[in-house]
């Protein structure tokens, strides 16, 4: 047996809602089926592929980080998803990795969970 695909992550929240729109309007997946498991939640998706569980019902307390320290997507358009962050009033960092040259976003969603966005190398940088 082996590993042969990441399924998806799972972000836990007291607030379905602000969540979803989160990682919808900022980051562009979108919304889709899920079954109904007997409490609040929403699966979004990138294409076909359900990415990102989000799981509703906890209270503010109960969220904090465990030992997963980000969760990584590959993204396309760097500046416009930096524009959209600076709308939004969210604090970002932008970083191009030694070696490979890939442009890494750094953001936190409203629970607290690090998102990483990975652009192709060829992308213009931000703007000055």
Request: charged residues 20%.
């Amino acid at each position: 047996m082996g590993i042969t695909g990441m399924n998806h992550f799972t972000v836990l929240t007291d607030d379905v809602p602000s969540t979803v729109a989160f990682y919808r309007d900022l980051l562009g997946l979108h919304d889709g089926e899920r079954p109904d498991l007997g409490f609040p939640g929403a699966w979004l998706y990138t294409g076909d592929n359900a990415v990102l569980h989000i799981i509703g019902g906890r209270s503010r307390e109960s969220l904090k980080p465990g030992v997963i320290d980000h969760m990584a997507f590959s993204a396309a358009d760097l500046r416009a998803t930096l524009d959209r962050i600076k709308v939004a009033g969210l604090e970002s960092v932008c970083r191009r990795q030694i070696g490979t040259g890939i442009w890494q976003v750094f953001v936190y969603d409203p629970n607290g969970a690090r998102v990483e966005l990975d652009f192709d190398p060829a992308e213009a940088g931000p703007a000055a």
